[in-house]
């Protein structure tokens, strides 16, 4: 009985932070804050036929292993490697130790100590869209971004400049690294050119976007495929920025909580944070679908063809097909 109490707890107490898809796109695999990784079969839940599926397999994970020593904040996924990172080193799962259930740490990236911190954890990673020259960009607790090289498993290069921890990261395909902080700031990175930032937006500045009772702090962050918007809230409200002109345009004021995930899906904004409702709004602020979702609050947003997949502050993960509705859940157990 003890045993049953300690693992309903620990699911009532669950958040998961981060997801990804599997390079074939069959399965998702779900990070916790116990430092658990969840792998679930995505390609029988899009069965056209579910009722032909036993319910076990609809919602439940295949398996599930123990990846680090505390939370796992970050997920992202090559062709050959799962990569995780949270508390210690940046760690590496290879997809065919994982689709044959046989788990082992396939390499890892060591994470630089600070006189304070010890090794920082790390809040984001993100990889690189230029794949002629692979890299993975890396922001957490000591207020650096790290960028590795993925042939060598060496670091880099570092870039320095915010204040406060990072919380996000992005890319754009003109070579460039976009990271939000707990100091209110977004910085543009060139990668040819770690010493400095190319831009700063402190969008708490911006009477369109402040929002002081919720502090400064930026939480999320994403641009568009044309690198001609970037879209960024925390603390400061959902706002859309023109890049050309480092101008505010739009405020998503229809999100009355904080931001923890946005992105840009073909001409519309999606997002989640400190409520239950994954949001999909139209560029001009109006909102287009507001999700109920399982958690209370969201951190984890994955999209996949036409599938939204909302994770957050629960051990049940929504599936929202076309972004307009929640088909069905899945269970992190």
């Known amino acids: 009985m003890i045993d049953n109490a300690n693992e309903r707890a620990k699911l009532y107490y669950m958040t998961i932070f981060a997801q990804c898809f599997s390079p074939c796109g069959k399965y998702l695999v779900a990070a916790n804050n116990y430092g658990k990784i969840a792998v679930f079969n995505i390609s029988k839940i899009l069965n056209s036929d579910r009722s032909q599926v036993d319910d076990k397999d609809l919602k439940y994970p295949i398996f599930t292993f123990d990846a680090h020593n505390g939370p796992v904040y970050a997920l ?27 788990i082992k740490i396939a390499w890892s990236l060591t994470i630089p100590e600070s006189d304070n911190l010890g090794k920082p954890e790390t809040n984001a990673i993100i990889l690189s869209e230029d794949e002629s020259s692979p890299s993975l960009y890396s922001g957490g607790g000591d207020n650096n971004i790290y960028e590795w090289d993925l042939e060598t498993r060496k670091r880099k290069n570092t870039f320095k400049g915010h204040t406060d921890y990072i919380h996000c990261l992005t890319t754009s395909n003109q070579g460039e690294c976009v990271s939000g902080s707990e100091d209110g700031s977004v910085r543009i990175w060139d990668f040819r050119k770690p010493t400095k930032e190319v831009v700063k937006i402190e969008p708490y500045k911006s009477e369109l976007c402040s929002r002081s009772k919720f502090g400064k702090w930026i939480g ?50 999606i997002a989640g944070g400190g409520d239950s409702n994954f949001y999909h709004m139209q560029f001009d602020g109006s909102l287009k679908a507001k999700i109920p979702t399982s958690s209370t609050s969201i951190y984890s947003v994955v999209l996949r063809n036409e599938l939204a997949v909302v994770a957050g502050t629960s051990h049940m993960i929504d599936a929202c097909p076309s972004f307009t509705y929640r088909d069905f859940i899945l269970y992190f157990t």
Do not use: R
Request: hydrophobic share 40%.
């Open 220 to 269: 999320c962050v994403a641009m568009d495929q044309g690198n001609d918007w970037l879209i960024c809230g925390g603390g400061p409200s959902l706002t859309l920025w023109h890049l050309a002109s480092l101008n505010p345009t739009t405020s998503f004021t229809c999100i009355e909580n904080t931001l923890a995930c946005c992105g840009f899906h073909d001409d519309l904004v």
């Open 76 to 102: 992202t996924s090559t062709d050959n490697f799962l990569i995780s990172a949270g508390v210690g080193d940046i760690l590496a799962w290879s997809w065919t130790d994982i689709y044959n259930k046989h």
